[in-house]
T-cell receptor, first 113, second 117 residues
Framework: AAGVIQSPRHLIKEKRETATLKCYPI?????VYWYQQGPGQDPQFLIS???????DKGSIPDRFSAQQFSDYHSELNMSSLELGDSALYFC????????????FGPGTRLTVT | AQTVTQSQPEMSVQEAETVTLSCTYD???????LFWYKQPPSRQMILVIR??????QNATENRFSVNFQKAAKSFSLKISDSQLGDAAMYFC??????????????FGKGTKLTVNP
């Protein structure tokens, strides 16, 4: 079965640079969630989209922005990167109208040096 | 705001034995969902088991079962016949069931499970 795809899987950036993380949902999934997991921590919700509209917002820094496109893939844009942004970024998707389960992608490991 | 508490940072079990991981949560809602996720060293988040709050029957998935006590707001995970591949970080998570409410998952801090051969 098709799974959630995230790219890139690993990303190394320097401070003050920008990064773009991409998420491709399971076919027919219309809802995307972004989570950030710091080292030794639990995942923290950043932002979500349903049918290309932002549906909820968590503890996402103003330096970050995200959107969902017409094909339902989503991108998380991160600017002015800081050392503390180093984390594993998960995308999870669901069929918002039919299921409460969220299926996680493999994550993008971002390292800021 | 909902909170999830896992009071056991680390647990260990002998292979083939049974272990129970604890989770409590705080909410004023009556409709919600609870999950256990497994995160092995690969860091992939794998759904282990789910429970709808409106269901009284405890969920079971093969060697994994839960003890859901709604009144006590407790949701423990029992792993029977533990296998080496069960070694991982386990996260308990909560999601509202309220229509129009935030559908984000709220996670506990996790329990690191070690399985000894």
């Amino acid at each position: 079965a098709a799974g959630v795809i995230q790219s890139p899987r690993h990303l190394i950036k320097e401070k003050r640079e920008t990064a773009t993380l991409k998420c491709y949902p399971i076919p027919r999934h219309d809802t995307v969630y972004w989570y950030q997991q710091g080292p030794g921590q639990d995942p923290q919700f950043l932002i979500s989209f349903y049918e290309k509209m932002q549906s909820d917002k968590g503890s996402i820094p103003d330096r970050f922005s995200a959107q969902q496109f017409s094909d339902y893939h989503s991108e998380l844009n991160m600017s002015s990167l800081e050392l503390g942004d180093s984390a594993l970024y998960f995308c999870a998707t669901s069929d918002g109208s039919r299921s409460y389960e969220q299926y996680f992608g493999p994550g993008t490991r971002l390292t800021v040096t | 705001a909902q909170t999830v508490t896992q009071s056991q940072p680390e647990m260990s079990v002998q292979e083939a034995e049974t272990v129970t991981l604890s989770c409590t949560y705080d909410t004023s809602e009556s409709d919600y969902y609870l999950f256990w996720y497994k995160q092995p060293p690969s860091r992939q988040m794998i759904l282990v088991i789910r429970q709808e709050a409106y269901k009284q029957q405890n969920a079971t998935e093969n060697r994994f079962s839960v003890n859901f006590q709604k009144a006590a707001k407790s949701f423990s995970l029992k792993i029977s016949d533990s296998q080496l591949g069960d070694a991982a970080m386990y996260f308990c998570a909560y999601r509202t069931g309220t229509q129009g409410g935030s559908e984000k998952l709220v996670f506990g801090k996790g329990t690191k499970l070690t399985v000894n051969p």
